[in-house]
């Protein structure tokens, strides 16, 4: 077969991937069944991408991981993306498109797995925050390969073959229910155009935590910011963002949501300025922050996952910025966990929460010890004391 | 990252990060206390062992709570813990003895006495656990035939005489040290570069039992 994967390629060249690593991803739970405590108490990985057994406790209501390069931190957050999606084989295919990996139709899956070694299943393990343990197993099946239905009118789809390898998710829930779904390849001729998709045994229920990943490049999904922003007004809780947005642009008075050239943006009010601003026009340091702030509002009860947290700000904001996590992340009761290269960063981490009433923080450092990832986990105590001698607490 | 101070040029410097590198660790307090101990190291020929200055009695038990959560940490297989009695030696040891409990580390029974780990744990309260003071102290005891000594009681005699306030009681050892120090060569100098530049006669038997216990570790 002559054809190539073309479809696929347009949705690369589109920005869902590599370039998508700068795209945040979500889904929406079921507002009936949010959580109404913290979801993960400790969190244990087995046989997933550079990770072979990783336990990670305790956690708390923010997390921060640091850690070398290559040692894990964005991997240990695609494994809680993954556990909280529970049954939806989909997300395994848009984790690896942040990385740039195509469907390879043959192995679509192989760079989940441990030295892609797909006969070891990924396991994903949660302890909840009322002690209940809930787990994602991850495996695969060969696939039978044939083609199901064959060429149809003019136009239409020529073919559908089943291909390669099902990824399937096995999700065994607080009160030991089990729940498994299938995703099987299919790969979709049209033209001459050959397309990937993934087929469920059943259809994903809504998950019941939302799950928000906010990618390490600084630009964010507008949109997405949109109707987040939305949400907060409806809620009364703007101000947050606009408490936060100061914190970058001082002069900022009101945010808004205007149309006025047919796209939908969130404006602010400068003072002395005659008309709104686009608030992506306030540099990419507001666009993170925004995306931030509303991510951790929107995730109400659920999790919010966020790669490289100091992209885009300045150092001089930093421990504002935590302010405002610390803020919104207790005021929705959102679970955040975040990786970080740097000490300014995390120092100013430290000093938000020790402001605090409640030191809701931990810091966790990813090392890689003969040849095994191992995580520190660092309290208030600890944390101050590292930071006092000074050892380092980056990896 | 902090700045300090170079002891060597007095330029202000980007403090490092302190790496543990050996397997026997002595534990002082603070950045003075460690550059005097370490001074003792070389003049016992002792380089397997190292010293760090991480001090700050109110944040041992953080500290040692962070060094355990280091990589290097599974590698040390002895350390020795100094504190300064100050005017309550027995109190001082408890102080330790908490903290390493607090970090879930070997507590010994009485100064001096190894508690088997891993690591081994080893505290000794200087001047000793019978007596107050500090490390000041035993330097002070050490330079007592020093020719500059009888200089430095007159000075603090004619601060009396003369009405001058002086220092408290307390600190009393600390300001015979840094005016015992400005008769060197180099006047300027603290207590552990002092060492270093053997200002204080490390050869001297008053700091035998810190010897014997250094080497113990």
């Not at chain 1, 559908?160 to 399937?168: D, P, T, Y």
């Not at chain 2, 040692?64 to 009695?85: E, T």
Request: hydrophobic share 40%; glycine share 6%; proline share 6%.
């Amino acid at each position: 077969m002559a054809k190539k994967l073309i479809d696929y390629e347009k949705r690369r060249k589109k920005g869902e991937s590599p370039a998508a690593r700068e795209k945040s991803a979500s889904y929406k739970s079921n507002a009936d069944t949010v959580q109404k405590l913290l979801r993960y108490k400790s969190f244990d990985v087995q046989n997933f991408r550079c990770i072979r057994k990783l336990a990670i406790s305790p956690l708390e209501q923010v997390n921060l991981i640091a850690g070398m390069n290559n040692v894990g931190k964005t991997t240990l957050l695609e494994a809680l993306f993954l556990h909280i999606g529970e049954t939806n084989p989909e997300l395994a295919l848009r984790v690896n498109n942040w990385w740039g990996f195509g469907p390879e139709i043959e192995s679509p899956w192989r760079q989940l797995f441990w030295q892609f070694n797909d006969k070891s299943p990924i396991k994903l393990t949660a302890t909840t925050m009322l002690g209940k343990e809930c787990s994602l197993t991850i495996t695969t099946k060969l696939a039978e390969s044939k083609v199901v239905e064959e060429i149809l009118p003019k136009k239409g789809t020529e073919f559908v073959k089943s291909s390669g390898v099902n990824i399937i998710f096995d999700y065994v829930n607080e009160d030991g229910k089990s729940r498994k779904v299938m995703g099987t390849p299919f790969l979709i001729g049209q033209g001459n155009i050959v397309r990937f998709e993934l087929r469920m045994s059943a259809p994903s229920p809504p998950t019941r935590v939302t799950g928000i990943f906010l990618n390490s490049g600084i630009k964010s999904v507008l949109d997405e910011d949109v109707n987040r922003f939305s949400q907060l007004r409806i809620k009364q809780r703007d101000k947050l963002l606009l408490d936060a947005m100061q914190l970058i642009e001082p002069r900022l008075e009101r945010l808004e949501i205007l149309s006025p050239q047919g796209t939908t943006l969130i404006y602010g009010y400068l003072k002395d300025y005659q008309e709104p601003v686009p608030l992506p026009l306030l540099g990419d340091g507001a666009r993170r922050l925004t995306s931030l702030i509303l991510a951790i509002c929107t995730a109400q009860g659920g999790v919010v996952l966020v790669d490289e947290i100091e992209n885009g700000i300045h150092h001089s904001i930093l421990k504002g910025m935590w302010n405002a996590v610390a803020e919104s992340a207790s005021l929705f009761n959102t679970q955040v966990f975040a990786t970080t290269h740097s000490q300014e960063c995390l120092v100013a981490a430290h000093e938000a929460f020790l402001e605090r009433d409640l030191y809701r923080f931990r810091l966790h450092r990813l090392d890689r010890l003969n040849g095994e990832i191992a995580a520190a986990t660092y309290d208030r105590e600890s944390l101050e004391g590292a930071l006092s001698i000074p050892l380092e607490v980056r990896g | 990252m902090k700045t300090v101070i170079c002891p060597e040029c007095h330029h202000a410097a980007i403090e490092e990060k302190l790496v543990i590198r050996r397997e026997r660790l002595l534990i002082a307090e603070g950045k003075d206390d460690e550059q005097f101990f370490d001074a003792m190291l070389r003049q016992l020929g002792l380089d397997e062992i190292q010293v760090l200055g991480i001090g700050g009695k109110t944040r041992l038990e953080g500290q040692l709570k962070a060094l355990k959560l280091d990589p290097a940490w599974r590698q040390v297989s002895s350390i020795g813990i100094v504190r300064d009695a100050d005017d309550d030696p027995d109190a001082a040891f408890r102080s330790v003895c908490s903290a390493l409990k607090g970090a879930k580390l070997p507590v010994p029974s009485k100064p001096l006495a190894p508690m088997v780990g891993p690591p081994t744990v080893q505290v000794m309260i200087i001047p000793s656990l019978r007596k107050e003071g500090a490390l000041e102290d035993l330097c002070l005891e050490s330079s007592a035939d020093d020719p500059a000594m009888p200089c430095v009681e007159q000075y603090f005699q004619c601060l009396a005489e003369h009405g001058a306030p002086g220092p408290k009681e307390k600190s009393l050892s600390k300001a015979k040290t840094m005016v015992f120090l400005t008769s060197k060569e180099d006047p300027t100098l603290p207590l552990g570069i002092a060492a270093q530049k053997c200002y204080w006669p490390l050869k001297s038997s008053v700091f035998d039992e810190v010897k014997r216990f250094i080497a113990s570790l």
